[in-house]
């Protein structure tokens, strides 16, 4: 399983595939997918987490029904750089996904992610209970959306 740079998943997914982009977090795991092409990550669904063999059932419901040939997961890093047990939590999560499935994966920095997502929310001035509903997937499209722009770049 791939673990390191974005850019090495174009060599590894077919032309026609999407990556999926993971913000998983205790509760919830938010998920987003890009366009076939690699450049736009778009807010698609956030599971609340129940036993990983259920979470795998309805991940591998989107990855089949979307075709997603390769994951990208938030690392959430300290502020100073250094992993803490968050970190822990999400290279558990890929060593989960990893027996279930045979994808590509890599790690993005997802520090302020969901800060970021957050700020943009309330200046779009949208309701606790809607911000709730919809910040873990589009943290997960953030956290994608920087991994394709890295691949742009690449």
Do not use: Y
Not at 33 to 46: C, E, R, W
Not at 63 to 68: K, P
Not at 70 to 75: A, Q, S
Not at 87 to 92: D, E, F, G, V
Request: net charge neutral; glycine share 8%; proline share 3%.
């Amino acid at each position: 399983m791939l673990l390191g740079n974005p850019t090495h998943l174009k060599h590894f997914i077919a032309l026609d595939q999407r990556l999926m982009g993971f913000d998983q977090g205790t509760k919830t795991i938010g998920i987003a997918l890009s366009d076939k092409g690699l450049k736009v990550a778009t807010p698609l669904v956030t599971i609340k987490r129940k036993k990983f063999r259920d979470d795998a059932s309805e991940i591998r419901r989107i990855i089949e029904e979307h075709n997603v040939g390769g994951f990208v997961i938030g690392l959430p890093l300290n502020m100073d750089g250094s992993e803490g047990p968050r970190c822990h939590s999400a290279r558990q999560f890929q060593r989960n996904l990893d027996e279930q499935f045979d994808l590509p994966c890599c790690f993005w920095d997802e520090r302020l992610s969901t800060v970021a997502v957050t700020r943009t929310l309330l200046d779009a001035d949208t309701s606790r209970k809607k911000r709730s509903e919809v910040v873990d997937k589009m943290a997960a499209s953030f956290i994608l959306q920087g991994a394709l722009d890295s691949l742009g770049e690449g």
